[in-house]
């Protein structure tokens, strides 16, 4: 049998099951896909960021020759959101238009230059009112009207206050209180496959192959919109080309392409261009923090209180979890005895911002491991000792209630230490490291709407020697196709290219929720765990009789069962049992504290990281240039190392792109850089070396006793770059991205004598509610912590 | 009160579609295939070979010349199809990603990308393995820093493209 110290399968660095097809262009994206009598589709977007919609005239457009047919927004009246709670969204919008890029209407044309002219040919009559376009702006009062009409006062969309422990009297004992104010501004995917949807209306089904992180999703929102049965609405998830978290809320050209084949009867395609990727956003929210935290003389902490301010965008998106994800983790990478935490996210007329890779933590998580920086050089001590004195235990619960299970935090920031050789590094100007370490959800432990429902399921048919394993979760390059084929593999005893795999589909395949939140390995792999387990026990059974012996003296692996092939096996089993299926499900633990605001946090398990960054920096210029990034992660197992590289290089390279050059700003109300030659990403040539340790802590509760990998390991990377920055050049630089001009700022006011920090000066009054006290979980549930259940 | 313009990034099509379009029959050679068409002397290579090819391993990421996701080889040389136009380029010899394996055995840049982990997406990777390939074919024994330069062209958002370079890397030691 199986035993966890002789995987043959687990812990291997195999390819993806998908690499040949990646490699030679065979793979079928949305956009690749052109069936017969494919109508192409153009969305018409408003030029302005705030305007009312007067009317609108598609009568010339619906005149071209090529134009099958035009909607707008009073086709499509019904709204839908990602949340439950905000569902605030138009595929088209009817009212107002709420930032540059907002659809208004859409044209279905036998070719997409004909579309495009279509578009051009409706006329829409704007009334143009106020845009409001930062924070301060959206917390006064509007110059015309507010930019949604829930909310407030003004243009605030969400406001939340909660305290666990007594802050004062955690204030009231530390030898030291030190307060700061730092700035993260948004930026996005950028994704290099831009969102394409093609849908099909045929024996009254629509179709729909997407682009999407969660074909579920999508499903639910076209059921809404389209006011359709979802058993009348099949959602298939193409082959994707990156999302980062930008393919998580369903979109509008998602829903028009499927209302345009039910017009028209025939199969219609949207493909964003480039542009409108910008626009459709969901990305980093741009967030002012402050933080105020009270130590002892040694640098314990005694107390935190962090405020945040989001800059949501025109939509909710995801932005109230967004919002309470700002507050949410600070807990579980130090251990913090009172915490008070006050959250704001405004609209603005803007693309609305939503989850990317991290969601509303690697902002916390930089002005965090600054502040603590500048905390440890205030007492004098050394900035990693002190935070090594408030790591957070493994097998505790913190005080706002999240339970910590495996914690590999020691373990990680030894590797990076070592490696790096921080503690012996040569002190010369121009030259610095940086350290920081971070957590991070293994898949959110509560669904986006509420519901009791696993969370994951898998099937498994057995079938003539043939597997075939059924899941609903969506490959987006990250591997997790490979990740369910080596799961099923391994209790099979055979190779990951012997299970085929059908996934995201929502005809053929059972639920899961989707690629986002890291939550992919941890509950669809336990789940295809618990389904292989099942089709493992027939299969033993039918071998054990054939053999005349017990189960438990049947040996599997290396394609044997016992004394039989595995193709002989699943003979006699489906003679026994007729056919062979099983099943799976992971539904996470019911561990959110007892507050309201409770289900944004809650893991069944977080993963840890740790990282040193090594760069020169230019006193004259500015120029940063990052030699070596040592990163150690925490990844319970590593189920494909390989892949687990993959994720762990890749999060460094978005990190870097973050501090260093990322992001998305305005200019009278447009964005300043919708392409991807202004928007600065990095190159081939930015990238430094990259040196990679996985760190294994076995978790209780993980498949195999993995955690998540993908969206971690970036979070420590932008503050080591900042604290790298400080230790080179003796200048901090609170905010993001670190750009050149800020460092000879900076510079230039330590040379006046003035404070070596570039950053926001302040922090706006916010008119925050009364907080809300939460008692913290006794000792007892810190037994139970150390004892979870499924 | 007032009118809408079309203020962003739009010109201005209508007349655009009214007007009779110049098309042409050119012959081009894709991956050692001479194909004969009848093409709008404006389309882009890059939407023939998507469209009317059928070859769609070439992906666009924004069809102005500045990610590298549509390269392919003119000639041996990379260049960006969305920025060429299939009349400049008759007697030249094409090659897109459904050219590099022998039937079905693999370029050994493809099967070190795919044995590497180089390929996590995969959308970028046509225009990566193109570029790879004509750097290989130019520079048997690149340094790393030949590497970074020949790809410097290409953007990739998954990989950090650490396990790119290990993978051009191990091809070109295999083809040494």
């Known amino acids: 049998m199986t035993g966890t110290n002789h995987f043959e399968v687990i812990g ?141 006062p003004h243009n605030i969309h969400k406001l939340v206050a909660l305290e666990f422990g007594d802050v004062d009297a955690g204030f009231a004992r530390a030898d030291h209180v030190r307060e700061d104010v730092f700035f993260f501004q948004g930026n996005t995917h950028l994704p290099m496959e831009q969102h394409s949807a093609i849908a099909t209306y045929v024996d009254g089904r629509v179709t729909l192959w997407s682009s999407t992180q969660v074909v579920h999703y999508v499903h639910r929102a076209l059921a809404r919109v389209l006011e359709l049965p979802m058993s009348r609405i099949r959602v298939i998830g193409a082959a994707h080309g990156g999302g980062f978290g930008g393919k998580t809320d369903p979109f509008a050209h998602e829903i028009v392409v499927a209302k345009l084949a039910m017009i028209t009867g025939r199969p219609v395609k949207c493909t964003l261009t480039r542009e409108e990727v910008f626009y459709a956003h969901r990305g980093r929210h741009p967030v002012l923090m402050w933080v105020r935290t009270g130590v002892t003389r040694d640098g314990r902490i005694t107390a935190m209180h962090f405020k945040s301010a989001l800059d949501g965008g025109a939509y909710g998106s995801y932005g109230v979890a967004s919002t309470f994800y700002t507050g949410a983790l600070q807990t579980v990478t130090y251990d913090i005895p009172a915490y008070r935490f006050e959250g704001c996210r405004v609209f603005t007329n803007k693309p609305p911002c939503g989850p990317k890779r991290g969601h509303g933590t690697p902002q916390p998580r930089f002005a965090v491991e600054l502040h603590l920086e500048k905390i440890a050089r205030d007492l004098g001590l050394d900035p990693v000792e002190m935070k090594r004195r408030n790591f957070v235990k493994p097998m505790t619960r913190t005080v706002n209630w999240l339970r910590v299970t495996s914690c590999g935090l020691e373990e990680c920031t030894e590797r990076v230490m070592e490696a790096s050789g921080y503690r012996d590094r040569e002190r010369r100007p121009g030259r610095g490291m940086g350290f920081a370490v971070s957590s991070y959800l293994s898949g959110a432990g509560t669904a986006i709407y509420w519901n009791d429902m696993p969370h994951s399921e898998v099937q498994i048919k057995v079938d003539r020697g043939g597997v075939t394993a059924f899941c609903g979760a969506m490959d987006i390059g990250q591997g997790s196709d490979s990740v369910l084929a080596a799961v099923v593999a391994e209790e099979l005893g055979l190779q990951p290219k012997d299970v085929r795999l059908v996934t995201a589909d929502t005809d053929t395949t059972p639920i899961d929720l989707g690629s986002y939140s890291s939550r992919v390995t941890f509950m669809a792999g336990n789940a295809a765990l618990q389904a292989a387990r099942n089709m493992r026990a027939l299969l033993v059974e039918a071998a054990a009789a054939k053999m005349g012996c017990s189960t438990d003296e049947i040996v599997v692996g290396q394609g044997r069962i016992g004394d039989l092939s595995f193709e002989e096996v699943t003979v006699l089993a489906e003679a026994r049992f007729g056919t062979l299926t099983s099943a799976g499900s992971y539904t996470p633990p019911k561990i959110a504290g007892p507050y309201k605001g409770s289900g944004v946090g809650p893991s069944p398990a977080y993963s840890y990281s740790a990282c040193v960054v090594d760069l020169q920096a230019d006193a004259r210029t500015g120029l940063v240039k990052i030699d070596n990034v040592w990163i150690a992660h925490d990844v319970g197992r590593a189920i494909n190392p390989l892949l687990v590289e993959g994720q762990v290089e890749g999060s460094v390279y978005m990190g870097l792109g ?126 139970d912590a150390a004892a979870p259940s499924i | 009160m007032r009118r809408g313009s079309a203020d962003y990034a739009r010109r201005d099509l209508r007349r655009e579609v009214e007007r009779p379009v110049d098309r042409q029959v050119l012959t081009l050679e894709v991956n050692g295939e001479r194909i004969e068409l009848l093409l709008p002397v404006h389309k882009t290579l890059l ?96 340094t790393r820093d030949d590497i970074r330069e020949a790809l410097a062209g290409n953007l990739c958002r998954c990989t950090g493209y650490v396990k790119i370079l290990q993978a051009v890397e191990l091809a070109a030691s295999r083809m040494a």
């Open chain 1, 12 to 152: 291997k660095p195999l390819p993806k099951v998908d690499a040949v097809s990646r490699v030679t262009g065979q793979a079928v994206y949305a956009d690749d896909m052109l069936p017969p009598r494919t109508l192409h589709c153009r969305i018409l977007r408003s030029p302005h960021p705030h305007a009312r919609i007067l009317s609108i005239d598609t009568a010339a457009a619906r005149r071209i020759p090529g134009v099958q047919a035009v909607i707008t927004g009073a086709d499509l009246p019904i709204k839908f959101g990602i949340l439950p709670v905000t569902q605030d969204e138009r595929a088209l919008e009817l009212e107002k238009a709420r930032y540059v890029g907002d659809p208004i209407a859409a044209v279905a044309a036998t070719d997409e230059e004909i579309a495009a002219a279509a578009c051009d040919a409706i006329e829409v009559e704007y009334e143009v009112l106020d845009p409001v376009m930062s924070i301060d702006a959206a917390l006064a009062s509007p110059k015309d009207e507010r930019i949604q009409d829930y909310g407030g």
């Open chain 1, 658 to 783: 973050e501090a260093l050059m990322e992001e998305q700003t305005f200019r009278k109300g447009l964005h300043k850089w919708p392409s991807m030659l202004e928007y600065k990403s990095p190159t081939f040539l930015d990238m430094p070396e990259v040196h990679t340790f996985i760190v294994e802590t076995v978790d209780p509760e993980g498949p195999y006793g993995a955690k998540e990998a993908g969206q971690g390991p970036l979070l420590p990377v932008i503050p080591a770059v900042s604290a790298a920055v400080f230790d080179a050049l003796g200048v901090w630089i609170d905010e993001v991205p670190v750009t050149p001009e800020k460092i000879v700022e900076a510079l230039r006011r330590k040379d006046k004598g003035e404070p070596a920090r570039y950053g926001p000066p302040g922090f706006p009054d916010i008119p925050y509610p009364d907080t809300i006290k939460v008692e913290p979980p006794t000792k007892e549930l810190d037994r």
């Open chain 2, 47 to 142: 939407e023939v070979l998507r469209e009317d090819m059928q070859l769609t391993g070439t992906k666009h990421g924004c069809e102005l010349g500045e990610c590298g996701t549509c390269t392919v080889l003119v000639d041996g040389k990379p260049q960006l199809s969305c920025l060429l136009l299939p009349i400049q380029l008759e007697g030249r010899a094409i090659t897109t990603v459904e050219g590099m394996a022998g039937g079905s055995e693999l370029h050994p840049l493809q099967q070190a990308f795919a044995e590497l982990g180089a390929a996590q997406c995969g959308y970028c990777t046509p225009g990566m393995l193109l570029s790879a390939r004509s750097l290989l074919d130019t520079n048997p024994a690149p």
